[in-house]
C-alpha cells in the first residue's frame, strides 16, 4: 500500500521504524505486516492499493522501501504526490486505460523510491548502525548481549568485538558468557540484585485488555505454528533463511519468492476463457516475463511448466464449464470472534471512497454483515486475507485454492494447514457457506489442487493466546520435530547443538 498525507499530520511505524507524514509526504507499506498508524484531527490521506506482483516485477528489493517515508521537499517526490492526486480525481476509465495509466504511475513511483531512498543508502545504514551500536552498549543498564556471526565484515561493530574477544578484553568483566544462538533465545533474563523502594514496574495483568487483534492470515498461521518464528519474521522483519540450498540463488533469476510472486500475477491475469486449454508457450513465456521473472532461467521454466500443467488440465477445464463466479487475489477482512463488524471485500464500485484508490480493475462486493455474538469482553480477531482463487460452482460449492512453489505429496500439510483453516472460517463468514480448501503445487505433476481438511480454527484462543504473548514479550519455540515438519528455516538457530 502506498499512503500518500495531503492534509494534517499521521504517525506511521512498521518493522521498528516510526515517523511522522505531513502534508505531501508519502510511505509505502506492507498490509501483511503488523503496522500503527496514528491519525491527528483534520486529517486527509489517499491509500493506493498496489499488486504485489506488479510492485516487485519493477523494484526487486521494494522490501527495503517499507516504511520510509518520502518527502515532499525531493523532487521526484513532490511530482509523484502531484501525480497520485491527479489520478484520484478521475471518475472513471476504461479496464486497458486504467491498466496502463496504472503501468505508468507504477513506473514513475519504483523510480522515485530508488531515487530518494537509495541515494548515499550504504553510508546512512552504516552511520546508522554505529549510533545504535554506540546506544546499545553505552547504555544497557541490566543486561547486553551481543549476537555476532562466526566471520564478520572489515570495520564492522562485529569485527572489533570478536578481535577483543580473542585477545581475552572480556575476561576481567563480571558475568560474561558466551552462549550458542540457541541458547541466548531459551535463557531466562537475568535477575535484578536489587531495587530501590518502590522502582518495581506495576505488574502485568494475566489478561491483558483489548479489543481486537487484526492480523492478516499468513501472520496468523506463522504464530500457530510457532510463536518464535512469528516474532523473527514478523515483528523483527527477519528473512527466513532457505532449507537445503546456499544463500544466494545460482543466477540473478532464481529467488523462490519472486517466482511465487510472478506465477500469483499470471494466473490472476490469464484469461478465463483459455483455462482448460493448453496454453500458447510464447504467450506464455511473455505473461511470466511481464511479471518480473525470466522464461528463460532454471527458475522460469520450472514455474511455466507448473501454470502450463493447471492451465491445461481437468479441474481448470471444470472451472471454465461449471464456475458460476471466479475471482483471484480476493481481499477480505473479516471478524471471526467478538463484536465488530465482518467488512465486505476490499473491491470498490465507482461510488467508492475517493481517498482509496484502485487503478487495477475490481467487481461489486456484497454489504457488510454482522459478526456472530461473542462476550463483549472478548477481543475481536480481525482477519484480513487475500485469497488467490475464490470458484463458485454451478452446484453451489465454494473452493479456495492457495498456489504454492512446492512439489505436494502430504509434505506440506503442517505448514500450510493453520492458513488453510483460516482461509475456510474467513469464507464461511464472509459467504455463509463452508469451502473446499486445497493447495495447486506447482511444481508438482498433478493438474488439481490436493485438498485438504485442516483442523478448526478456534479464533479466540488465538486472540487471546497472541495477546498474552505481545502483552508478555514471550515467543517461545516449539520442538524440533514441529519445525522440521514445517520447513522452518530458523530450525537451525532456535535448535543448535554442538554436533550440528
Given at each position: 500500500m502506498l499512503l500518500l498525507v495531503y492534509c494534517g499530520d499521521v504517525g506511521f511505524a512498521q518493522n521498528g521504524q516510526a515517523s511522522r507524514l505531513t502534508n505531501g509526504d508519502m510511505i509505502i507499506y506492507d498490509q501483511a505486516r503488523p503496522f500503527t498508524l496514528e491519525v491527528g484531527g483534520d486529517t486527509r490521506q489517499i491509500m493506493l492499493s498496489i499488486p504485489r506482483a506488479l510492485m516487485v516485477s519493477r523494484l526487486p528489493e521494494v522490501e527495503r522501501f517499507v516504511a520510509r517515508p518520502i518527502p515532499s521537499t525531493s523532487k521526484l517526490g513532490g511530482m509523484t504526490a502531484m501525480l497520485v492526486r491527479q489520478l484520484v480525481e478521475f471518475d472513471s476509465?476504461?479496464?486497458?486505460?486504467?491498466?496502463?495509466?496504472?503501468?505508468?504511475?507504477?513506473?514513475?513511483?519504483?523510480?522515485?523510491?530508488?531515487?530518494?531512498?537509495?541515494?548515499?543508502?550504504?553510508a546512512r545504514a552504516h552511520a546508522e548502525r554505529q549510533r545504535l551500536s554506540y546506544v546499545a552498549l553505552t547504555r544497557a543498564q541490566h543486561e547486553l548481549v551481543i549476537a555476532l556471526p562466526l566471520k564478520a565484515n572489515s570495520g564492522s561493530l562485529a569485527k572489533t568485538v570478536l578481535e577483543l574477544h580473542a585477545q581475552g578484553a572480556f575476561a576481567c568483566v563480571p558475568g560474561v558468557r558466551e552462549l550458542a544462538m540457541s541458547d541466548v533465545l531459551a535463557a531466562p533474563k537475568l535477575e535484578l540484585g536489587s531495587s530501590a523502594p518502590g522502582s518495581d514496574p506495576p505488574e502485568l495483568p494475566a489478561r491483558?485488555?483489548?479489543?481486537?487483534?487484526?492480523?492478516?492470515?499468513?501472520?496468523?498461521?506463522?504464530?500457530?505454528?510457532?510463536?518464535?518464528?512469528?516474532?523473527?519474521?514478523?515483528?523483527?522483519?527477519?528473512?527466513?533463511?532457505r532449507r537445503g540450498g546456499s544463500a544466494q540463488a545460482s543466477e540473478p533469476d532464481d529467488d523462490p519468492r519472486l517466482a511465487g510472486i510472478a506465477a500469483h500475477h499470471v494466473l490472476e491475469h490469464w484469461p478465463l476463457e483459455r483455462w482448460g486449454e493448453l496454453p500458447d508457450p510464447a504467450t506464455l513465456d511473455g505473461a511470466l516475463e511481464?511479471?518480473?521473472?525470466?522464461?528463460?532461467?532454471?527458475?522460469?521454466k520450472q514455474t511455466l511448466a507448473g501454470i502450463s500443467r493447471f492451465l491445461s488440465g481437468t479441474y481448470a477445464a471444470r472451472v471454465k464449464r461449471e464456475a458460476v463466479?471466479?475471482?483471484?487475489?480476493?481481499?477480505?477482512?473479516?471478524?471471526?470472534?467478538?463484536?465488530?463488524?465482518?467488512?465486505?471485500?476490499?473491491?470498490r464500485t465507482r461510488g467508492h471512497n475517493p481517498a482509496q484508490l484502485?487503478?487495477?480493475?475490481?467487481?461489486?462486493?456484497?454489504?457488510?454483515?454482522?459478526?456472530?455474538?461473542?462476550?463483549?469482553?472478548?477481543?475481536?480477531?480481525?482477519?484480513?486475507?487475500?485469497?488467490?482463487?475464490?470458484?463458485?460452482?454451478?452446484?453451489?460449492?465454494?473452493?479456495?485454492?492457495?498456489?504454492?512453489?512446492?512439489?505436494?505429496?502430504?509434505?506440506?500439510?503442517?505448514r500450510y494447514?493453520?492458513?488453510?483453516?483460516l482461509y475456510r472460517s474467513v469464507v464461511e463468514r464472509q459467504f455463509g457457506k463452508v469451502p473446499q480448501v486445497g493447495l495447486l503445487h506447482l511444481l508438482g505433476d498433478a493438474e488439481e489442487p490436493e485438498w485438504l481438511?485442516?483442523?478448526?480454527?478456534?479464533?479466540?484462543?488465538?486472540?487471546?493466546?497472541?495477546?498474552?504473548?505481545?502483552?508478555?514479550?514471550?515467543?517461545?519455540?516449539?520442538?524440533?520435530?514441529?519445525?522440521?515438519?514445517?520447513?522452518?528455516?530458523?530450525?537451525?538457530?532456535?535448535?543448535?547443538?554442538?554436533?550440528?
Open positions: 476509465l476504461d479496464a486497458e486505460i486504467a491498466g496502463r495509466i496504472g503501468g505508468s504511475a507504477l513506473d514513475i513511483l519504483a523510480a522515485t523510491l530508488q531515487a530518494e531512498l537509495s541515494e548515499d543508502a550504504a491483558p485488555r483489548a479489543t481486537a487483534v487484526v492480523l492478516g492470515v499468513t501472520a496468523l498461521s506463522d504464530f500457530q505454528i510457532c510463536p518464535r518464528r512469528f516474532s523473527l519474521v514478523q515483528l523483527h522483519g527477519l528473512s527466513e533463511p511481464h511479471a518480473g521473472l525470466s522464461a528463460a532461467s532454471s527458475i522460469g463466479r471466479v475471482e483471484r487475489e480476493v481481499d477480505l477482512t473479516v471478524a471471526l470472534d467478538g463484536a465488530a463488524l465482518v467488512r465486505a471485500p476490499a473491491r484502485e487503478l487495477f480493475g475490481g467487481s461489486a462486493a456484497p454489504a457488510p454483515t454482522a459478526a456472530a455474538p461473542g462476550s463483549n469482553d472478548d477481543p475481536a480477531l480481525v482477519v484480513k486475507a487475500t485469497l488467490d482463487l475464490l470458484v463458485e460452482l454451478s452446484d453451489g460449492s465454494l473452493h479456495v485454492i492457495d498456489y504454492k512453489r512446492t512439489r505436494g505429496g502430504g509434505g506440506d500439510h503442517a494447514g493453520p492458513q488453510l483453516s481438511s485442516p483442523d478448526a480454527a478456534d479464533p479466540a484462543a488465538i486472540a487471546s493466546a497472541f495477546l498474552a504473548a505481545r502483552a508478555q514479550d514471550h515467543w517461545p519455540h516449539v520442538a524440533e520435530p514441529r519445525c522440521r515438519a514445517v520447513h522452518c528455516g530458523f530450525v537451525a538457530s532456535c535448535h543448535f547443538n554442538a554436533s550440528g
